[in-house]
């Protein structure tokens, strides 16, 4: 063998070739507009009419593969399991408008009005997420919901 091949020079040009063949195959794998895309803002609307003008805030907007859907309440007269249903099935509705499902929902805050409501609130939630429920963050908020409703629930999930 010559002076200057060594086991250890021929390990280190192979090591070296073998990283740049990988990076060359993992430039090459991915097309250059998806390699510089980033993900994108998009609000989801349910209904086929856009507000007239800019709205307070929106009630779905997705970010990339995450879904965020604004806090819902139930503004009618009834109890905490009415409400809980109600605001429950409006989240349903707003996952499906976007293309997620309850079975997506990462996280989960609910906003009671008054924290003896939990035990009911939580007879009426269970189950309806899936086998494997989101995380969850449950408050009695100080001062209550707006709009007079004995609960609030927002969501993350992902589509």
């Not at 307070?56 to 965020?68: C, E, I, M, Q, R």
């Not at 109600?86 to 009005?113: F, P, R, T, W």
């Amino acid at each position: 063998m010559p002076k200057n091949i060594t086991p250890e020079n021929n390990r280190r040009r192979f090591l070296t070739a073998g990283a740049a063949a990988a990076a060359a195959t993992a430039a090459t794998a991915v097309p250059a507009a998806a390699q510089t895309a980033s993900p994108t803002k998009k609000v989801h609307t349910r209904g086929a009419r856009k507000p007239g003008s800019t709205p307070l805030f929106n009630g779905a907007v997705s970010y990339g593969n995450l879904l965020f859907i604004a806090g819902k309440g139930a503004h009618f007269e009834g109890d905490i399991k009415a409400h809980t249903k109600h605001v429950l099935d409006e989240i349903q509705k707003e996952l499906e408008n976007a293309g997620s499902s309850m079975d997506k929902v990462l996280k989960c805050n609910v906003y009671l009005n008054d924290l003896k409501d939990y035990a009911a609130m939580n007879e009426t939630f269970k189950g309806r997420f899936g086998e494997n429920p989101p995380v969850r963050t449950t408050i009695a908020a100080a001062g209550g919901i707006p709009g007079n409703s004995l609960v609030e629930i927002d969501v993350i999930a992902f589509i």
